[in-house]
């Protein structure tokens, strides 16, 4: 029977029943652990919580044995006797005779994986319920006090709480075996191996290419900071980034003599906080075409050539897995909750921009009263969410004007607007810096993409180039910086090459993972 054919009146009304529950599987699983104690007591220890048990007698005696668990002490239906009349706890359970009972009440405990699936499924339904019923009373209570949140971070927190639920898990304790862990890292480095100038599907390249020479590839569940004075370019940057990603494309010319293929495209969410998205968009078709965006917001005339490049980038653009936002001031409860529905509906996700950081909100009422607190709360957050949803997160930062003061006009770390938990959210920050914009004897095409922070990529600088007047970044400053060029090439020329040893055995072509073969079997 279809609920949709119900009013949410008469859906209501069916609410009011009796919670799932089984009583026969309760009392089958304590008839086991009474039993044998010593082997399935330590188990239900990792994988049953006493929240399970929906009988208040029944989830007394187990709470019962897990302290006597605990504390080291022998375990029988006997001694489960003398620890509830120690605790006055014997009547609420039934009496001694309810004991004996329960021990008899299955005749093996072979059944007992069978007990612990329905416990949990039915503690999963109960949690459900309890959620929506939290999420219909606050629905129902909404405006009746002063100071209640937006109607935006009710649906948010709803969500967290069912979403909760399934983060709980319902099977296994979450440990991996490290054998298990050194295969699939031999299988990776392996696949690697033979694929020597192929960055891992898994990874998000960022489309320049020494970036993801160096990075070779962000990996998911990562937060990424990129950060800059204003006028530096970073917005440019992002958009070019979350273009490459979503397009597939990258500037990979030099990999592809080699063997190296354009990225596949990605799925992007992107949060224009900042500006429009018409005025995003118009950078990327205007600015990618290759045509200057001051002459074409003036409205100069443009030439039958000029058409056609942007008809063709207009085609380009128009094959694009990108969604965008441009609502300002967003809260990061009502980000994130966008962000599931996407990822539901897109199948999944690979990079989500946010342009920026610091002109997001926080909806709770602690945030409110402190700045600090709500950029906390909204680092935090990005980084739950890049795990939660396993995708990059790219937040766009301000930083303060520290750099501008001293001498050396690079940017630190200490830079960051709020650096202490930005800094210490983040697993990666990068900071764009144009030195033209402070010495004009540098060259105007000439960017830095300082790797500041970076867990697995170490720091350092990149050079990148920059095209003001069509506010476009490329990776094709080599000819332009490079005082040997040549050598520079060959230098990564020979990090793509496989290696080709003469001397290289047959044992040696064999999988990595063929050397672990029978380790661990006894």
Not at 73 to 95: S, Y
Not at 359 to 378: C, G, P, V, Y
Request: charged share 30%; with cysteine; proline share 4%.
């Amino acid at each position: 029977m279809s609920l949709e054919m119900f009013t949410c009146e008469e859906l209501l009304a069916r609410i009011n029943r009796k919670l799932p529950e089984s009583e026969e599987a309760e009392r089958g699983m304590i008839s086991c652990l009474l039993q044998d104690p010593i082997e399935r007591l330590s188990e239900a220890r990792i994988h049953l919580p006493s929240e399970a048990f929906y009988r208040d007698g029944l989830r007394l005696i187990y709470e019962i044995m897990l302290d006597m668990l605990d504390k080291g002490l022998p375990i029988g239906p006997i001694e489960v006797t003398h620890a509830l009349r120690e605790k006055n706890l014997l009547d609420k359970v039934g009496g001694a005779a309810e004991i004996t009972e329960l021990t008899s009440f299955v005749p093996i405990t072979a059944h007992y994986p069978f007990y612990t699936r329905v416990l949990k499924d039915k503690l999963t339904l109960r949690q459900l319920i309890h959620a929506n019923a939290k999420s219909i009373t606050m629905a129902f209570e909404h405006g009746l006090e002063d100071g209640d949140p937006e109607v935006a971070q009710l649906v948010s927190v709803a969500q967290e709480m069912v979403f909760a639920i399934n983060a709980e898990g319902t099977s296994g304790d979450g440990g991996v075996e490290y054998r298990e862990g050194v295969m699939n890292v031999l299988e990776s480095v392996e696949n690697q191996l033979n694929h020597p100038a192929v960055i891992p599907a898994e990874r998000v390249p960022f489309g320049f290419t020494d970036l993801d020479r160096r990075v070779w590839g962000f990996v998911r569940g990562q937060l990424v900071i990129l950060a800059a004075r204003p006028s530096m370019g970073k917005s440019a940057l992002a958009k070019d980034i979350y273009g490459h990603v979503g397009r597939g494309e990258g500037h990979y010319d030099e990999w592809n003599k080699q063997g190296w293929p354009h990225q596949t495209r990605k799925r992007v969410l992107v949060f224009n906080l900042e500006m429009t998205n018409e005025q995003s968009v118009t950078r990327d078709l205007v600015g990618g075409a290759g045509l200057d965006l001051q002459a074409t917001r003036y409205g100069l005339r443009i030439t039958r050539d000029w058409q056609e490049k942007l008809a063709t980038r207009a085609k380009l653009l128009g094959g694009s897995n990108i969604r965008m936002y441009d609502r300002p001031g967003m809260s990061i409860q009502r980000l994130r909750a966008i962000c599931r529905q996407q990822k539901r509906k897109q199948g999944g996700l690979d990079l989500i921009v946010i342009d920026y950081l610091q002109l997001m909100s926080s909806e709770t009422k602690r945030a409110s009263q402190n700045r600090e607190r709500e950029i906390a709360e909204i680092s935090a957050g990005l980084k739950e969410m890049a795990k939660e949803l396993n995708c990059v997160v790219l937040a766009l930062a301000q930083l303060n004007r520290s750099a501008e003061e001293r001498k050396e006009k690079k940017p630190t770390l200490a830079d960051l607007r709020e650096s202490g938990t930005i800094e210490q959210d983040a697993d990666v920050v990068m900071m764009l810096m144009r030195p033209h914009y402070y010495d004009e004897e540098q060259p105007a095409g000439l960017a830095l993409l300082i790797l500041a922070k970076g867990r697995d990529v170490g720091i350092g600088e990149i050079e990148i180039g920059f095209d003001g007047p069509r506010t476009t970044f490329s990776s094709y400053t080599t000819k332009l910086l490079s005082n040997n060029e040549e050598q520079r090439e060959k230098r990564y020329q020979s990090k793509a090459q496989p290696s080709k040893s003469k001397g290289r055995s047959k044992e040696a072509d064999a999988p990595l993972g063929a050397s672990l073969e029978g380790i661990g079997d006894d």
